[in-house]
């Protein structure tokens, strides 16, 4: 089993940069896909970007070139650094893991951690 705990969410100004971190335990994730999707409130759990065991790094269109996804294997973590964000960008963003590969669509991944609050006022 693996156990995902998010933190660094917080409010935000429109414009300003927050590092989100995710924190694995139970087992070394160094051979996980890691993800993470947001969640506003009334909408569907959207893909915000991945990294693949191999280091491999992909992100939606909506916040490329603003986010990056990273992970410290010999901390366990994976981070995802926002910058100029946006009011529409605000969400609880929610860190995910697969074994191996694993691509833009929820059901691919098999750990999720609780979330965390990101608001950006505007």
């Known amino acids: 089993q693996v156990q995902l705990v998010e933190s660094g969410g917080r409010l935000v100004q429109a414009g300003g940069s927050l590092r989100l971190s995710c924190a694995a335990s139970?087992?070394?994730?160094?051979?996980?896909?890691m993800a993470w999707f947001r969640q506003a409130p009334g909408q569907e759990r959207e893909y915000v970007a991945n990294i693949q065991w191999t280091g491999g790094t992909y992100y939606a269109d909506s916040v490329k070139g603003r986010f990056t996804i990273s992970r410290d294997n010999a901390k366990n973590t994976v981070y995802l650094q926002m910058n100029s964000l946006k009011p529409e960008d605000a969400a609880v963003y929610y860190c995910?893991?697969?074994?191996?590969?694993?691509?833009?669509?929820?059901?691919?991944?098999?750990?999720w951690g609780q979330g965390t609050q990101v608001t950006v006022s505007s």
């Open positions: 139970g087992r070394t994730v160094t051979n996980y896909a």
């Open positions: 995910a893991a697969a074994f191996k590969y694993a691509g833009g669509q929820p059901g691919e991944y098999d750990y």
